[in-house]
Nanobody
Framework: QLQFVESGGGLVQPGGSLRLACAAS????????MTWYRQAPGKERELVAT????????KYADSTNGRFTISRDNDKRTVYLQMNNLKPEDTAVYYC??????????WGQGTQVTVSS
């Protein structure tokens, strides 16, 4: 069965950290690039970070400003997003995605991240 199970979201104060995880099943995880997107209320879903299938190449949105790190463990079939120095504008639902042909073809269910004092 094709699915993602996301975890790690929650409420954090500004300046805090969270680590999101997305565990995959049902496909050859190591064959695909993986991404994290986010969607804030009233806004379009936006790309946060991408990692190549073997984890060699990563790309980030300018908005992350070096605060976020995407990584993956192909043995555990899991992709991670480490988020440091969080800001209120990082508040959103975060989604992992499987890429194929340059677009996301499968989405996780999303995990809420709220940054507030």
């Amino acid at each position: 069965q094709l699915q993602f199970v996301e975890s790690g979201g929650g409420l954090v104060q500004p300046g805090g950290s969270l680590r999101l995880a997305c565990a995959a099943s049902g496909f050859t995880f190591r064959a695909y690039p993986m991404t994290w997107y986010r969607q804030a209320p009233g806004k379009e879903r936006e790309l946060v970070a991408t990692i190549s299938n073997l984890g060699i190449t990563t790309k980030y949105a300018d908005s992350t400003n070096g605060r976020f790190t995407i990584s993956r463990d192909n043995d555990k079939r899991t992709v991670y997003l480490q988020m440091n120095n969080l800001k209120p504008e990082d508040t959103a639902v975060y989604y992992c995605g499987k890429e194929s042909g340059g677009k996301v073809v499968m989405w996780g269910q999303g995990t809420q991240v709220t940054v507030s004092s």
